[in-house]
């Protein structure tokens, strides 16, 4: 599987990447992820730094997480989430039309994804009053916007100026006109790569066919908050050591607490049979 944008890499695109094998101890560090970061996409980049194994040939680090784009990192997030998830999810949304609850299946991971386009990261501009270029965002553009945290419209002007400055252009932010903006959004549309983030249902109640967003991050919580449970179990039965639970693959790590749960279930079918044996 490759990258739907890419690094940069000697002036060609690299799309290559590759997780580290998932075990205790990254689950445990994607549990406690939000506990430092000051936001979302401040944990984004910490997950993504503890999972990754590399990038384009490159070890990871932090850095060359932030400098991925920010259509890369939602869709390594959504890959970590089946990697970790794969099975069919269910999930219920109210409908936009007749408000009635709507069910349906969701595969982690099955989103259709959008390929970065010509140009990417970085591609020329003719704006009204001057040639430029703009790259898209990165992931050092989504913390440094979420550390902002001021409205919407100050937010935007922002994040254009860091877009369109680096590495020659010092535009007035303030003399884009409108045509320019859409301009930029067009270009960037083109540009970026971008995973889907909404599923398109039709209502089983009123028929209404609509877009429902999925909640990317959600899993986060919901798929590694049974951590120190299942360490606890481990070791009361087996009596190893946290380091060496954590240590093992998330299969094996669950294969284990299969195998407990069945001689538990084994033991308490015998301790009835015996009781009800000896009425
Ligand atoms: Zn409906």
New binding site residues.
């Given amino acids: 599987m490759e990258l739907p944008g890419g690094l940069l890499v000697d002036n060609q695109i690299r799309r290559d990447f590759s997780f580290k094998p998932m075990t205790g101890f990254i689950e445990r560090a994607i549990a406690e992820s939000g506990l430092e970061a000051s936001g979302l996409p401040q944990q984004v980049t910490s997950i993504l730094t503890t999972s990754l194994n590399k990038v384009a040939g490159l070890a990871v680090n932090r850095e060359l997480v932030l400098s991925l784009s920010s259509g890369d990192r939602l869709f390594l997030m959504l890959q970590l989430e089946a990697s970790i998830k794969p099975e069919i999810k269910w999930m219920t949304a109210s409908?936009?039309?007749?408000?009635?609850l709507?069910q349906f299946q969701y595969k982690p991971g099955s989103m259709p994804v959008k390929l970065a386009g010509e140009n990417f990261p970085r591609g020329p501009l003719s704006l009204s009053f001057a040639d430029v270029s703009i790259r898209v965002p990165n992931g050092s553009d989504e913390e440094y916007i979420a550390q902002m945290g001021t409205q919407a419209s100050s937010t935007m002007e922002h994040l254009l100026a860091r877009l369109l400055n680096e590495p020659d252009f010092s535009a007035d932010i303030h003399s884009l006109t409108n045509q320019d903006k859409e301009l930029i959004d067009n270009t960037l549309d083109l540009m970026a790569a971008q995973p889907g983030e909404s599923v398109s249902i039709s209502?089983?109640?009123?028929?209404?066919q609509?877009q429902i967003f999925i909640d990317n991050y959600a899993w986060i919580n919901t798929e590694t908050d049974n951590i120190d449970e299942e360490v606890h179990t481990l070791a009361s039965q087996y009596h190893w050591s946290e380091n060496d639970i954590l240590s093992l693959s998330r299969n094996r790590r669950k294969c284990y607490l299969q195998l407990i749960e069945k001689s538990q279930n084994t033991s308490q079918t015998e301790n009835k049979f015996q009781s009800s044996g000896s009425l």
């Fill in positions: 409908c936009q039309h007749c408000k009635e709507i209502c089983p109640f009123c028929s209404h609509q």
